[in-house]
């Protein structure tokens, strides 16, 4: 179970690679779990309202959120640091996804401006 959020739990996606899960929650958290032991891994917080949608890159070291706040944010799914926030929407975010591109930045708000910083991905937004 996802015990440890304390509202209702919006996703749930599996990584790429089979060993993570993410779940993104009403409370306004993100989470990273364990598929083999289904312990939380990472809270991840920083919108500042609910989150719909979690997902990760192809190479599952990168999260990116959609939320009701009007955001999206890219993470890294290895330590819960929060890489970028994508603003400029004048609604919530009902979904975002990463693209294995790996270079540049495209989005409907914007692009991270850290290269480096998202290897094998750039965050894409779908706002809507």
Known sequence: T???HTDWVRSASFSPDGLFVASAS??????I?????GRCLLTLSGHS???GAAFFSS????LVTASYDGTAR???ALSGESIH???GNTDWVRAAACSPRGSGSSGGSG???DADRRPAADAVLLAG
């Open 2 to 4: 996802l015990a440890q």
């Open 26 to 31: 009403h409370d306004g958290t993100a989470r």
């Open 33 to 37: 779990w364990s598929a083999e032991t």
């Open 49 to 51: 309202d609910w989150v």
């Open 59 to 62: 190479d599952s070291r990168l």
């Open 74 to 76: 890219l993470w890294s």
């Open 85 to 87: 926030v994508l603003v």
């Open 111 to 113: 692009g991270a401006d």
